[in-house]
């Protein structure tokens, strides 16, 4: 089966959940819940079904550039959905839904890279999978950091929108923030721990640069949450060192992997 197909279905579901949501926003509404938990599984699982048959070929687990960024945007909407089924965290599917759209579209359409297949043992396969669920949490982190940062601008100048109308209080914002942010730096931690373990050499020349910002990156959210926990950090602040951590980890991936399969090919 060719991946074509669940692919553009999976973009066609996803741009209809949103703009299904945006409509109902713009209007001061609420969106169906179930209706719009019900279109995003269905993406979801075109999506993972189009990706796989792109992922996993004779020649072993290709994870190039926009195969690996259509990944964790499909880890991240699935993450978001099964959150969505006990907290309200609805509204980032706002944002999340047109990612899925964008990233499902370029993992088809877009040049392949120049990496190869992976053939590794059971070990490395779960460092990159703690390394992609550890993004993924991240990446609703980040969203949420942006939501928050909108709630709280709009309800100081006192012009609150449909869409901030309907986000839940903004300590429940926060707390989700920091539920969101414990669970990705744990889970980075298992990825790093996991590498140390499984990887001949974390520093080698093309890991070097990943290794050192992810590990910068996990110093900030470290420091985030031990400034959550002691100094009671917050608003602005936190968003600020949500943000830049996130900023580190996105360009130790995502960076290096641009450089290495378009500019330098290797």
């Not at 959905?81 to 359409?109: D, K, S, W, Y």
């Not at 602005?236 to 378009?262: D, N, P, Q």
Request: with cysteine; aromatic share 10%; glycine share 8%.
């Amino acid at each position: 089966m060719q991946p074509l197909l669940p692919s553009l279905a999976a973009a066609a579901l996803y741009a209809i959940a949103t703009a299904y949501q945006a409509l109902r926003l713009s209007a001061r509404q609420t969106p169906d819940r179930r209706l719009l938990l019900a279109l995003g599984i269905l993406a979801l699982l075109a999506h993972t079904g189009g990706l796989l048959l792109q992922l996993i070929t004779p020649s072993g687990l290709v994870l190039d550039f926009f195969n690996a960024a259509s990944l964790i945007a499909a880890a991240v909407i699935a993450l978001t959905l099964l959150a969505a089924t006990r907290i309200p965290v609805e509204n980032l599917l706002l944002l999340l839904f047109p990612l899925g759209c964008l990233t499902v579209l370029l993992g088809q359409f877009a040049p392949e890279g120049t990496v190869q297949g992976i053939n590794e043992q059971p070990g490395i396969l779960a460092h990159i999978l703690l390394s992609i669920l550890a993004y993924g949490m991240l990446t609703i982190a980040m969203f949420q950091s942006l939501l928050l940062l909108l709630q709280d601008h709009q309800l100081k100048h006192k012009h609150p929108s449909g869409l901030i109308k309907n986000f839940p209080p903004l300590q429940t914002m926060e707390s989700l923030l920091f539920g969101f942010l414990w669970a990705g730096w744990l889970l980075l931690s298992l990825s790093l721990i996991s590498g140390w373990l499984f990887l001949d050499d974390l520093f080698a020349q093309h890991l070097v640069h990943k290794t050192l910002l992810a590990c910068v990156a996990w110093v900030i959210f470290a420091v985030l949450l031990w400034g959550r926990h002691q100094r009671g950090w917050r608003g602005h602040k936190a968003i600020r060192w949500t943000l830049a951590g996130f900023c580190l980890l996105m360009l130790a991936y995502f960076g290096s992997k641009l450089v290495r399969e378009f500019i330098l090919h290797i």
